[in-house]
């Protein structure tokens, strides 16, 4: 097993002649925090689906945690936490119980689920709304709450997929606050993201543009090399040479 | 395996929280049963009836006194002339008349051949033919009266014996065959829509990049609405029992393993229709409307299916819940076991594997 929490190498999808993921490498380390992002339609969510064992790969070589995409998707997704733009909590189920429906499809226990969701509630500070229907909490609350329990079986690597889609600035601040946890406790981030102050937030980040990885480096290698004063001007230069029609 | 109990606990709070589901699954078989049962047989109670009696005998009172008797019949008028019965008619609102000649009583007293006409607004043709049919039982069983040991040679006497159901009760007809209605409807609607409300949701998405496989997915989904079809089929039956009067005849616990065999056949279906559609309304429109017309249509409790040109009897074979229909009064009214309803029973289960079969492999493809 490698040091690596995701190795990437010429990774391809090609759907007819259309190559929805260009041939991109790269690796991810253990506990970083990886921001991958690039305009809609550039392949991110094509290129995390294949990453998290939801389809195959159309040639290339890719491990997550240690395991091949081709042939250990099953492995690969007891070892890694998913959370996607769309909120996925259950709306008629309250706080605990969504904490138990997760937990329990990882395999948790139940002395560790009431442990951790013990913990969870306690740590977000949800005491008061732990039997409330989730669908009467507030969206920042919700978005909190599906990023903990998409880690709750303390998973190698997390995926966020715009984890903050239509979040106010503030509960975003907060939401990157459990991400540093997260990732301080050793669990690697991978988030994509349209959020320019989140890229900066990243450790290292990459751009998709038309299907290919354009650039990656740290955000402060990035804007150097860019000449840019902000991630901002950094995507704009990238994005413009796109080809490719947004969806 | 906990895995899985969790995932149908789940299922079953889905449920018991959404007042939507519960009324498609309680209040429509209760509602269906109690409207097809009371409401719509073709069964004809308190028609009404001119009595024409140009006889004015003894015998030809007695008769009419029996018709009046019978729960069928409302006599409108009994002293109208001939040209009456036409207006009547034309008014719509009598249905039926009966003429008695002159001379009724001492033709049935000598022996000759007494005749009554019997006179029916044929613009209903089925009614006609039921209201004339109720008349023409009345008479032989007034002639059964007067003269029991009658004995005229040469004289063909048609004794019918309606088999099963002796009161032609309508309702024996239309229950088994809503219960075909109303299992079909709600198990491939609640499946199809609970499932495609994870699509919508996204939550689906959380479930296939969980370790939990597709496969149990699907069967987490089945489990509770078994379950819960299982025990609207028993509300069905006690309805039908103790409301509307019908025996079961045959095995009960036959009864119940052909059902579930028929719900999986549903529940498989639900799940096909919720791999090909995108949203909760369309899934719910294409199995509330795209089941319920195939089904009033060609299980035959309505339309008989002998009386359909071959390309709709061929179609109506394919349908899971024409089969059902068959074994459900098999063993519903006329009390029969597996011996005589295997062949049946072998096409359904045939049919369950099929779309079982296809429905689980549909759902793991559109997935990946």
Redesign the interface.
């Given at each position: 097993m490698s040091e690596k929490a995701i190795v990437c190498k010429d990774l391809t999808k090609r759907f007819g002649d259309f190559f929805a993921v260009n041939h991109i490498s790269f690796d991810v380390d253990q506990g970083e925090i990886f921001g991958f992002l690039g305009a809609n339609g550039a392949g991110k969510t094509t290129a995390m689906r294949m990453l998290c064992g939801l389809s195959y790969p159309t040639s290339g070589e890719a491990s997550v945690a240690g395991y091949n995409v081709f042939k250990q998707q099953e492995d690969i997704k007891r070892n890694i936490g998913y959370m996607s733009q769309k909120f996925s909590l259950y709306e008629s189920l309250t706080v605990r119980e969504n904490i138990r429906f997760y937990g329990g499809v990882y395999g948790l226990s139940d002395k560790q689920l009431k442990e951790k969701g013990d913990e969870l509630i306690t740590k977000l500070g949800m005491e008061k709304e732990a039997k409330m229907m989730v669908g009467s909490l507030p969206l920042g609350w919700k978005q909190k709450l599906a990023f903990s329990v998409a880690i709750i079986h303390q998973p190698r690597i997390v995926f966020l997929d715009e984890p903050t889609g239509g979040v106010d600035p503030v509960t975003r601040r907060q939401f990157w606050d459990l991400i540093y946890d997260a990732a301080d406790s050793g669990i690697t981030v991978f988030v994509t993201t349209h959020y320019m102050d989140e890229a900066e937030y990243c450790n290292r980040i990459s751009v998709m543009v038309d299907g290919r990885i354009d650039a990656l480096d740290t955000p402060a290698n990035l804007k150097q090399q860019f000449e840019a004063a902000s991630m901002n001007e950094v995507f704009y230069a990238l994005a413009r040479t796109a080809k490719r029609s947004a969806d | 395996m906990?895995?899985f109990m969790?995932?149908v606990?789940?299922e079953f709070?889905?449920v018991f929280?959404?007042r939507r589901t519960l009324l498609i699954l309680f209040g429509l078989p209760v509602m269906q049963i109690l409207l097809f049962g009371y409401a719509l047989t073709t069964e004809i109670k308190n028609a009404e009836i001119i009595v024409v009696d140009h006889a004015g005998d003894a015998a030809s009172q007695q008769l009419t006194t029996m018709i009046a008797a019978s729960k069928y019949f409302d006599i409108n008028a009994s002293d109208k002339s001939d040209e009456d019965i036409y207006k009547a008619f034309k008014k719509g609102k009598v249905k039926c008349a009966v003429v008695f000649p002159i001379g009724f009583g001492n033709d049935l007293l000598n022996g000759e051949v007494a005749q009554i006409q019997i006179i029916a607004d044929a613009s209903d043709p089925n009614t006609a033919k039921t209201l004339t049919n109720y008349l023409t039982a009345i008479t032989a069983e007034y002639q059964q009266q007067i003269n029991p040991t009658a004995n005229i040679p040469m004289r063909i006497e048609p004794v019918t014996r309606m088999l099963y159901n002796p009161e032609l009760n309508g309702s024996m007809n239309f229950v088994p065959g809503v219960m075909a209605l109303v299992l079909m409807i709600i198990c491939t609607t609640l499946t199809s829509v609970s499932i495609v409300r994870e699509k919508e949701?996204?939550?689906m998405?959380?479930?296939?990049?969980?370790?939990?496989k597709p496969t149990y997915v699907v069967l987490a989904k089945a489990v509770p609405y078994l379950a819960l079809s299982l025990i609207d089929l028993i509300i069905i039956l006690l309805l039908a029992v103790v409301a509307l009067n019908m025996p079961i005849r045959g095995s009960i616990i036959l009864l119940l393993l052909e059902s579930t065999l028929f719900i999986i056949s549903c529940l498989s279906l639900g799940l096909l229709i919720s791999s090909v559609t995108r949203s909760q309304q369309t899934a719910m429109m294409v199995s509330m409307m795209g089941m319920m017309l195939p089904t009033i249509l060609f299980t035959g409790f309505i339309f008989p299916l002998e009386n359909m040109p071959w390309p709709l009897q061929f179609i109506s074979n394919l349908l899971p819940s024409r089969w059902f229909y068959v074994i459900v009064k098999a063993v519903m009214l006329k009390g029969l076991g597996i011996g005589v309803i295997w062949k049946e029973t072998l096409v359904l289960a045939g049919m369950t594997v099929l779309l079982l079969t296809i429905s689980i492999k549909s759902f793991k493809t559109r997935?990946?």
């Amino acid at each position: 097993m490698s040091e690596k929490a995701i190795v990437c190498k010429d990774l391809t999808k090609r759907f007819g002649d259309f190559f929805a993921v260009n041939h991109i490498s790269f690796d991810v380390d253990q506990g970083e925090i990886f921001g991958f992002l690039g305009a809609n339609g550039a392949g991110k969510t094509t290129a995390m689906r294949m990453l998290c064992g939801l389809s195959y790969p159309t040639s290339g070589e890719a491990s997550v945690a240690g395991y091949n995409v081709f042939k250990q998707q099953e492995d690969i997704k007891r070892n890694i936490g998913y959370m996607s733009q769309k909120f996925s909590l259950y709306e008629s189920l309250t706080v605990r119980e969504n904490i138990r429906f997760y937990g329990g499809v990882y395999g948790l226990s139940d002395k560790q689920l009431k442990e951790k969701g013990d913990e969870l509630i306690t740590k977000l500070g949800m005491e008061k709304e732990a039997k409330m229907m989730v669908g009467s909490l507030p969206l920042g609350w919700k978005q909190k709450l599906a990023f903990s329990v998409a880690i709750i079986h303390q998973p190698r690597i997390v995926f966020l997929d715009e984890p903050t889609g239509g979040v106010d600035p503030v509960t975003r601040r907060q939401f990157w606050d459990l991400i540093y946890d997260a990732a301080d406790s050793g669990i690697t981030v991978f988030v994509t993201t349209h959020y320019m102050d989140e890229a900066e937030y990243c450790n290292r980040i990459s751009v998709m543009v038309d299907g290919r990885i354009d650039a990656l480096d740290t955000p402060a290698n990035l804007k150097q090399q860019f000449e840019a004063a902000s991630m901002n001007e950094v995507f704009y230069a990238l994005a413009r040479t796109a080809k490719r029609s947004a969806d | 395996m906990k895995q899985f109990m969790v995932f149908v606990r789940k299922e079953f709070y889905h449920v018991f929280r959404d007042r939507r589901t519960l009324l498609i699954l309680f209040g429509l078989p209760v509602m269906q049963i109690l409207l097809f049962g009371y409401a719509l047989t073709t069964e004809i109670k308190n028609a009404e009836i001119i009595v024409v009696d140009h006889a004015g005998d003894a015998a030809s009172q007695q008769l009419t006194t029996m018709i009046a008797a019978s729960k069928y019949f409302d006599i409108n008028a009994s002293d109208k002339s001939d040209e009456d019965i036409y207006k009547a008619f034309k008014k719509g609102k009598v249905k039926c008349a009966v003429v008695f000649p002159i001379g009724f009583g001492n033709d049935l007293l000598n022996g000759e051949v007494a005749q009554i006409q019997i006179i029916a607004d044929a613009s209903d043709p089925n009614t006609a033919k039921t209201l004339t049919n109720y008349l023409t039982a009345i008479t032989a069983e007034y002639q059964q009266q007067i003269n029991p040991t009658a004995n005229i040679p040469m004289r063909i006497e048609p004794v019918t014996r309606m088999l099963y159901n002796p009161e032609l009760n309508g309702s024996m007809n239309f229950v088994p065959g809503v219960m075909a209605l109303v299992l079909m409807i709600i198990c491939t609607t609640l499946t199809s829509v609970s499932i495609v409300r994870e699509k919508e949701m996204g939550t689906m998405e959380i479930l296939l990049v969980s370790p939990f496989k597709p496969t149990y997915v699907v069967l987490a989904k089945a489990v509770p609405y078994l379950a819960l079809s299982l025990i609207d089929l028993i509300i069905i039956l006690l309805l039908a029992v103790v409301a509307l009067n019908m025996p079961i005849r045959g095995s009960i616990i036959l009864l119940l393993l052909e059902s579930t065999l028929f719900i999986i056949s549903c529940l498989s279906l639900g799940l096909l229709i919720s791999s090909v559609t995108r949203s909760q309304q369309t899934a719910m429109m294409v199995s509330m409307m795209g089941m319920m017309l195939p089904t009033i249509l060609f299980t035959g409790f309505i339309f008989p299916l002998e009386n359909m040109p071959w390309p709709l009897q061929f179609i109506s074979n394919l349908l899971p819940s024409r089969w059902f229909y068959v074994i459900v009064k098999a063993v519903m009214l006329k009390g029969l076991g597996i011996g005589v309803i295997w062949k049946e029973t072998l096409v359904l289960a045939g049919m369950t594997v099929l779309l079982l079969t296809i429905s689980i492999k549909s759902f793991k493809t559109r997935l990946s």
